[in-house]
């Protein structure tokens, strides 16, 4: 990410402005070090640097991923009655 930002001209707290992302969600990206930094900052950055695609045929020809064992999350989310004070 930090070469195509630095190909683009572009400074650190540009593409943080732009990706509407903090500067140290930037610098954490650069510096390879996401823990905290949510899956929409990551998407965002890449996205404005223009090397989302990159990435994910990087993931595609990745023989170690099989698709075809991924699974859909089929079951359905069950809101559970509220519980009263007096329950407890």
Known sequence: MKEARLRMRMRQADLADLAGISLRTVRHLERGKADGV???????????????????????????????????????????????????
């Open 38 to 88: 949510s899956l929409r900052d990551f998407m965002l950055a890449l996205f404005t640097v223009g090397i989302s695609d990159r990435v994910f045929q990087a993931l595609i020809d990745d023989p170690a991923l099989d698709l075809n064992s991924l699974e859909t999350n089929t079951t359905k989310r069950v809101k559970l009655p509220r519980s009263n004070a007096e329950d407890f």
